[in-house]
């Protein structure tokens, strides 16, 4: 999306018509080129820009688009002054790649990318993300940690704990937390966190987390998801600002970052069990072709899974396995 198109979104974000006479006026282009600028528009997963004669372009409903100075008015100075700064991208790959592919990362610490969507949003080990235009969030953070990349292991949990109170403070309820980084409501996946990391094996390390969250997503996106999903227009009666929403996601992960440096995941362990959606529950683990059953033990002191099966207490590392319910 290039700088005309996404002005001319701005302008037609308010959900009223606006001729392409008017339109074409206000940006000093022909009426031809706002055509042009609608229909690039339009192929992008979640626009939908109606075009009725007489009347000119429209969309179906007002767009609360990202501001970069709103999402950093929510992040008091002391959390602020350790951010090195907020990209905000109409249209990225992803947003995690955006910080992984910085030149000298671990000069990056500190610097946050937030988009309106991403054409490759990803999830772990290679799966797809959903990431369609506008109305939801996608926000990653890079932070340098002088960790080993083996102490980073839990800090999925970690930030996963500090979205789950995030939401909270915004009136969700009943939302809890699947190993090592989903946050589901009533079985249904709304949000999801994905940690990569590169540096030294000892460190330091920069790890980029990454927030992927439902606020509205078209039915019609949701085709796409392979699971239950579910977003937050849902499950509150009222949606958050987004920009609001955004930027107490931004503060909370870079207290996580902070603490974590600091005390590693023992902070955060008693808080996962009070959103552990799995605690004493017979699952199974998908690793690779196998199938494990047994009764979730709750997490290691490393984040790892611990399973109780009939070959006896065993701790799961989340790169290898997938957790599934076992019904
Ligand atoms: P696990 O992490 O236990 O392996 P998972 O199936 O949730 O389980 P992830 O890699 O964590 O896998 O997340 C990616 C998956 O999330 C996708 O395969 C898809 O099922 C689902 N998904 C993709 N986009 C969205 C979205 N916008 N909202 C909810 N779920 C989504
Ligand atoms: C998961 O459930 O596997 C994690 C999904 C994480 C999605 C977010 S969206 C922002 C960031 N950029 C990405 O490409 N992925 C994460």
Redesign the pocket.
């Known amino acids: 999306m290039n700088a005309g198109e996404y002005q001319l979104l701005k302008v037609l974000g308010d959900a009223k018509f606006h001729s392409g006479e008017a339109l074409a006026g206000r940006f000093s282009v022909s009426r031809a080129a706002i055509w042009k600028r609608v229909r690039n528009l339009n192929q992008v997963p979640g626009i939908d820009i109606q075009s009725v004669r007489g009347k000119g372009y429209c969309l179906p409903a007002p767009l609360d688009l990202l501001d970069a100075d709103a999402i950093l008015a929510r992040i008091g100075p002391a959390r602020r002054s350790r951010l090195l700064k907020l990209a905000l991208l109409p249209v990225v790959?992803?947003?995690?790649?955006?910080l992984l592919n910085q030149r000298n990362p671990l000069l990056h610490s500190g610097h946050a990318c937030v988009?309106e969507h991403?054409t490759?949003?990803?999830?772990?080990?290679g799966?797809q993300?959903v990431?369609v235009f506008g109305n939801n969030?996608?926000?990653?953070l890079a932070w340098r940690f002088d960790l080993s990349m083996a102490d980073l292991a839990g800090l999925s949990i970690a930030a996963g704990v500090a979205v789950a109170r995030a939401l909270a403070a915004r009136g969700l309820r009943g939302h809890g937390l699947k190993w090592p980084?989903?946050v589901h409501v009533q079985g249904k996946?709304l949000?999801?966190?994905?940690v990569e990391a590169n540096g030294e094996m000892e460190g330091p390390c920069l790890a980029?987390i990454?927030?992927?969250?439902n606020v509205r997503l078209p039915a019609s996106a949701g085709g796409d998801i392979d699971q239950p999903w579910t977003d937050l227009a849902a499950c509150l009666a009222s949606l958050p600002d987004r920009n609001a929403l955004v930027g107490d996601l931004l503060g909370a992960l870079v207290d996580v970052c902070i603490q974590y440096q600091q005390q590693g995941l023992a902070p955060f362990l008693e808080a996962w069990k009070e959103y552990d959606i799995y605690m004493g529950k017979p699952v199974e683990l998908q690793v690779g072709d196998e199938r494990i059953t047994g009764v979730y033990a709750g997490l290691s002191d490393q984040g790892g899974l611990v399973l109780d099966s009939p070959a006896g207490r065993r701790t799961w590392y989340s790169g290898e396995v997938s957790l599934r319910s076992k019904t």
């Open positions: 790959p992803s947003t995690n790649e955006y988009a991403q490759a949003g990803r999830g772990r080990r799966r993300w990431s969030v996608y926000l990653s980084n989903d996946k949000a999801g966190i994905l980029v990454g927030i992927g969250l």
